[in-house]
């Protein structure tokens, strides 16, 4: 059990557009920022938002992320076939003091 | 540019111990933290503790306290992991990666070592 909530599994065609929800608590998200990873098949996770919203260098401007109180999304614009992967949120967490991670969704392209 | 190298492979039987180290080039070593996280197959994500190159002060979350030894080498700007009393259930890709602060994400990522327990 992950100590943020995602939902394990999303899915859309070429063009639409999904969002993928976090929660967590007052400890992690309430409190620190989200940031949200990306793992095609095979790879190691890489960054895709920070610090709620910011996109690193690279990072098509179709995703997106966002964050209020203890809950935090990620949202793919113009869904393309090479979006599908698993995205894993993850925030800060102060009583833990150490990450947390959500349990990573899956999503699939139609 | 940044890299993370890891080392390769390892099949360890059970009760003994991995050594799985993390090689890094392309930034100033002693400025960030190295983290490590593991991912067993098909599962997500799990962090297993943290070390401040600079100091070598480490901490890690209570599950894995007692097991696991996180050290530095400064002079090759290298991490080390070491995960004692293996089970069966510790088959999983070992990642490391770095980070400025608790604040600040994960921006680089080693491949990943894949560990395997089996007797």
């Known amino acids: 059990q992950s100590v943020l909530a995602q939902p394990p599994s999303a899915s859309g065609t070429p063009g639409q557009r999904v969002t993928i929800s976090c929660s967590g608590s007052?400890?992690?998200?309430?409190?620190?920022?989200v940031n949200w990873y990306q793992q095609l098949p095979g790879t190691a996770p890489k960054l895709l938002i920070s610090?709620?919203?910011h996109r690193p260098s690279g990072v098509p401007d179709r995703f997106s992320g966002s964050a209020s109180g203890t809950s935090a999304s990620l949202a793919i614009s113009g869904l393309q076939s090479e979006d599908e992967a698993v995205y894993y949120c993850?925030?800060?967490?102060?009583?833990?003091?150490?990450?947390?991670f959500g349990g990573g969704t899956k999503l699939t392209v139609l | 540019q940044v890299q993370l190298v890891q080392s390769g492979a390892e099949i360890i039987k059970p009760g003994a111990s991995v050594n799985v180290s993390c090689r890094t080039s392309?930034?100033?070593?002693?400025?960030?933290?190295i983290h490590w996280v593991r991912q067993a197959p098909g599962q997500g994500l799990e962090w297993m503790g943290r070390?401040?190159?600079?100091?070598?002060?480490?901490n890690s979350p209570l599950k894995f306290q007692g097991r696991v030894t996180m050290t530095r080498d400064t002079s090759i700007s290298t991490a080390y992991m070491q995960l004692s009393s293996l089970r069966s259930d510790d088959t999983a890709i070992y990642y490391c990666?770095?980070?400025?602060?608790?604040?600040?994400?994960?921006?680089?990522w080693g491949r990943g070592t894949l560990v395997t327990v089996s007797s």
């Open positions: 007052n400890s992690n998200i309430g409190e620190n920022t």
């Open positions: 610090f709620n919203s």
């Open positions: 990666a770095r980070r400025l602060s608790p604040a600040a994400p994960f921006d680089f």
């Open positions: 993850a925030a800060w967490d102060d009583s833990l003091y150490g990450p947390v």
């Open positions: 070390i401040n190159p600079d100091s070598g002060v480490t």
């Open positions: 392309g930034y100033k070593f002693l400025s960030y933290f």
